[in-house]
């Protein structure tokens, strides 16, 4: 009971999610005071309500992993995607390997094993070109309620996966769940996946000429970029921008989005990026004669 109520509070505080905001609509105030005090186990709905609202999945409550298990568990996944970020499949299977040994020691903990088959179907279909075999573990593995980042992660990649297939509406289904469900996630330990799910949806929607859609989604991505103060996808979002303000006729801005993008694959030295962007603007400038 006294852990449940320092975990809570742990997420509260991490969060930055005062009391009175964390229970609206769940309990009252003092209950809340009382179960983060150890002093009172509540009913399994107001335990659920609360961990909606931070943003966790139930189960962490419960789990008895120790402080250095659990900073093991982080540091391997930390290394996987750092893996996958670079393609170094052969290192990621390793670590997969290592992490699996590591989970099977805890208690179980559901978010674990499906971090574990997000990463070997990343590898089933990066690495040994079985997409259909990556989509069935994916599909296997997805929990019917998304409670965590990595549900959400895993929808994503299985809209990759159709793209990859050339299943172009099923793609575009899994991206839009995947964004209307980030956007809505009330805290986000990984700041770039909001980034990489409305990314994928903008790419999809400009594959169907939909540039309106693409415009759209692109000036709230680099908001939330600006916000956020990350970098991550933006020389990629301005040149796609660039790119959607050509088709629709605005040059002007077609070429000012798309010298931007210039410049930021000129500074994170993105040679293939750069090449392209370059090609694409005098494009942008012979259309605009």
């Given at each position: 009971?006294?852990?449940?109520?320092?975990?809570?509070?742990?997420?509260?505080?991490?969060?930055?999610?005062?009391r009175?905001?964390?229970?609206?609509?769940?309990?009252?105030?003092?209950?809340?005071?009382?179960?983060?005090?150890?002093?009172?186990?509540?009913?399994?709905?107001?335990?659920?309500?609360?961990?909606?609202?931070?943003?966790?999945?139930?189960?962490?409550?419960?789990?008895?992993?120790?402080?250095?298990?659990?900073?093991?568990?982080?540091?391997?996944?930390?290394?996987?995607?750092?893996?996958?970020?670079?393609?170094d499949?052969?290192?990621?299977?390793?670590?997969?390997?290592?992490?699996?040994?590591?989970?099977?020691?805890?208690?179980?903990?559901?978010?674990?094993?499906?971090?574990?088959?997000?990463?070997?179907?990343?590898?089933?279909?990066?690495?040994?070109?079985?997409?259909?075999?990556?989509?069935?573990?994916?599909?296997?593995?997805?929990?019917?309620?998304?409670?965590?980042?990595?549900?959400?992660?895993?929808?994503?990649?299985?809209?990759?996966?159709?793209?990859?297939?050339?299943?172009?509406?099923?793609?575009?289904?899994?991206?839009?769940?995947?964004?209307?469900t980030?956007r809505?996630?009330?805290y986000?330990?990984?700041?770039?996946?909001?980034?990489?799910?409305?990314?994928?949806?903008?790419?999809?929607?400009?594959?169907?000429e939909?540039y309106?859609?693409?415009?759209?989604?692109?000036?709230?991505?680099?908001?939330?970029?600006?916000?956020?103060?990350?970098?991550?996808?933006?020389?990629?979002?301005?040149?796609?921008?660039?790119?959607?303000?050509?088709?629709?006729?605005?040059?002007?801005?077609?070429?000012?989005?798309?010298?931007?993008?210039?410049?930021?694959?000129?500074?994170?030295?993105?040679?293939?990026?750069?090449?392209?962007?370059?090609?694409?603007?005098?494009?942008?400038?012979?259309?605009?004669?």
């Open positions: 009971m006294e852990i449940i109520g320092q975990k809570l509070r742990q997420y509260r505080e991490k969060r930055g999610i005062s009175r905001r964390l229970v609206d609509g769940i309990c009252n105030e003092s209950t809340l005071y009382r179960i983060e005090g150890g002093k009172t186990l509540p009913s399994i709905f107001i335990l659920d309500g609360l961990c909606k609202k931070l943003g966790i999945p139930l189960s962490v409550l419960f789990d008895n992993e120790t402080v250095e298990q659990k900073q093991s568990i982080m540091h391997i996944k930390q290394k996987c995607r750092k893996h996958v970020y670079h393609k499949y052969i290192s990621l299977k390793m670590e997969i390997k290592n992490l699996r040994n590591l989970v099977e020691k805890v208690v179980e903990n559901n978010d674990h094993w499906l971090f574990i088959n997000w990463h070997e179907a990343i590898l089933l279909h990066n690495k040994n070109n079985k997409p259909l075999l990556a989509k069935e573990l994916l599909l296997n593995a997805l929990p019917k309620r998304i409670e965590s980042e990595t549900a959400i992660s895993v929808i994503n990649v299985l809209g990759l996966i159709c793209v990859s297939l050339k299943k172009d509406n099923e793609a575009l289904t899994y991206f839009q769940q995947a964004f209307q980030v809505n996630f009330p986000l330990d990984d700041e770039t996946l909001y980034a990489r799910i409305c990314y994928n949806l903008a790419s999809r929607y400009y594959y169907n939909d309106s859609q693409v415009i759209q989604l692109g000036k709230g991505l680099l908001t939330y970029l600006k916000n956020n103060s990350l970098f991550y996808l933006k020389g990629r979002t301005y040149h796609m921008l660039a790119k959607s303000f050509q088709r629709t006729g605005k040059y002007k801005l077609a070429e000012e989005n798309m010298k931007i993008a210039i410049s930021i694959f000129s500074i994170k030295e993105k040679e293939e990026y750069l090449t392209k962007a370059k090609k694409d603007l005098e494009d942008i400038r012979l259309s605009s004669i």
